[in-house]
């Protein structure tokens, strides 16, 4: 991943920096890969202005894609002290692995 030495495009816009939910990297928010949930399903999402809601963001790393799977859940922040806590079968991560790695070449941020 790219370090920046301040937070601002090369636009000179501020560029939002985010924390990989697997490793704690912090990150240009274009850098990862936000993932969203909706009726108890974690999806990607491809176009990150298209979607509301709470969300956690990952590095484009299968490591920490395992990283996060391995701890088995996904807490999405609800308010100051709630927490949804997301946990999938292994089926479903599984499937979601895939279409994370997928997701990540098409987009050529790395891994």
Not at 69 to 91: D, H, M
């Amino acid at each position: 991943m790219k370090s920046m030495t301040n937070n601002r495009g090369s636009s000179g816009n501020h560029a939002p920096i985010r924390s990989c939910a697997a490793c704690r990297d912090r990150a240009p928010q274009s850098e990862l890969v936000r993932l969203n949930q909706d009726d108890g399903k974690v999806f990607i999402v491809a176009n990150p202005g298209m979607i509301n809601g709470r969300s956690v963001y990952i590095c484009p790393r299968e490591k920490c894609f395992d990283a996060l799977a391995k701890s088995g859940r996904i807490e999405f922040a609800r308010g100051k002290y709630n927490r949804l806590v997301i946990r999938p079968e292994q089926t479903e991560w599984y499937i979601l692995k895939n279409k994370f790695m997928n997701f990540v070449r098409e987009r050529g941020l790395g891994g």
